[in-house]
């Protein structure tokens, strides 16, 4: 039997892929990689595209990534795969916005509906345990 | 006095108010459960990225990250994960007491603070109390994606690159069991490599494709969004938790305010009764 190497292909949000292959063929920043079990100790990045296994009955399986990395130990491979196309420029315009979103929540005070909301439910929560509470005292008089 | 009619209307009113409690109480179960799952579905790249991390430390780069090294700390940086919504008992203000802590701890040594908040209820918390909020980003939902932190994570990231924290740490609650919310503050940067395992005492190094410098970036930032989506995704199981947990407390107490009620009301109508029979008889013993 051929020698196998163990895959996972995992995404931050979910696992894709776990069990072993005969060679993983993966997307690189530097042209396709080809892994054959007993590889040394590599890392890379991943570009958008499809890794592809070769099982030990000798079907192939593509699972598409969008990117990750590819960290190679002789005994296993793992894919950590992007869960959207990452740029850098895309990146810092998300940062931006986050960074916007905070100074414009922290100057503009009347947009918190929900500290509002929240007060609403704290005054009709005290008129209720005052409503108890008078309750009380009445059944307590009269028993 | 109250009458009976009055008593009877409170009755209903609290019906109600256990009506909905009830059905948060389920809402919050189903979702709760949910939660757990993504949680779970979320551990295999945690664990995986840690994994290479930590071979990381352990393996001798021919270049060190400034991820990895220690600095003299005299900014510090948080990241607060929170609720959106209320109703889940203490869970937030558990979060919040802690964090304070810790930072009362760090303003003590003289250190500079900034935060950086996930979920409104951090948000409004910070407005109250005042403190540098450089990122925020809230309204994620049950089901929050990786992309949807990139933005406040790199924001973070980018005041560590440029020096403006020396160090940066996630405060989320750690979700032990369905009656047990841990809030945790947790050391993100400088990542602290764990005690040498003698097993992986080892002396060798990946080989870097295109360059060292390149991948470590690239796989630290990945890194470190990961531990944040982590923490959010357990943050969420615990708000359901916490939810669920209040509302079938709120349910109980209904239903004891309505017991207690029901005899307030069973009472005034007996006196009512008792008070009718005797005019009567005093007005028949009169003629």
């Known amino acids: 039997m051929a020698m196998t190497v163990h895959v996972d292909i995992v995404s931050a949000e979910a696992s894709i892929y776990s069990g072993s292959a005969e060679m993983i063929i993966a997307p690189a920043v530097m042209g396709e990689v080809g892994i054959m079990p007993g590889h040394t100790q590599l890392l890379t990045q991943l570009k958008p595209g499809e890794v592809e296994l070769k099982m030990p009955g000798g079907e192939v399986e593509y699972f598409y990534v969008s990117g990750g990395m590819l960290e190679v130990q002789p005994r296993s491979v793992t894919v950590l795969a992007d869960t959207a196309l990452r740029a850098k420029d895309v990146d810092e315009a998300a940062a931006l916005e986050a960074k916007a979103r905070a100074e414009k929540a922290l100057a503009d005070q009347e947009s918190e509906v929900d500290y509002a909301s929240a007060q609403a439910e704290l005054a009709m929560a005290m008129a209720q345990l005052k409503a108890l509470d008078r309750m009380r005292k009445i059944t307590g008089r009269r028993g | ?287």
């Open chain 2, 1 to 287: 006095m109250a009458s009976g009619k009055e008593i009877r209307g409170k009755v209903k009113s609290i019906q109600n108010t256990q009506k909905i409690t009830r059905a948060m109480e389920m809402v919050a179960a189903s979702k709760m459960r949910r939660a757990q799952d993504r949680m779970a579905a979320s551990r295999p790249y945690a664990d995986n990225i840690r994994r290479v991390v930590s071979n990381l430390a352990h393996a001798h780069p021919e270049y060190h990250h400034s991820y990895m090294k220690e600095r003299e700390v005299k900014r510090v940086g948080y990241i607060v994960v929170s609720t959106d919504r209320g109703l889940c008992g203490g869970l937030n203000v558990n979060l919040f007491k802690r964090l304070l802590g810790s930072m009362q701890e760090m303003k003590g040594k003289g250190v500079d603070l900034q935060v950086c908040t996930i979920g409104t209820k951090a948000l409004g918390f910070f407005k109250r109390v005042g403190g540098r909020v450089v990122a925020e980003t809230s309204h994620l939902g049950d089901a929050p994606s990786v992309t949807a932190l990139i933005g406040s994570v790199r924001t973070m990231l980018d005041a560590y690159d440029n020096g403006e924290i020396d160090r940066l740490y996630v405060v989320y609650n750690e979700f032990v069991n369905t009656m047990t919310q841990a809030p945790t503050v947790e050391q993100i940067l400088p990542i602290q490599a764990e005690t040498v395992d003698d097993e992986i005492k080892h002396h060798w190094d990946y080989i870097y494709e295109p360059d060292a410098k390149e991948v470590l970036d690239q796989l630290l930032m990945r890194y470190v969004e990961s531990v944040v989506y982590q923490g959010v995704v357990e943050n969420i199981a615990c708000e359901m938790a916490a939810r669920m947990v209040a509302m079938k407390a709120a349910s109980d107490n209904a239903g004891n305010l309505i017991g207690e009620l029901q005899l307030a009301y069973n009472k005034a109508r007996q006196a009512a009764i008792t008070q009718e029979l005797s005019e009567i008889v005093a007005g028949a013993a009169a003629v």
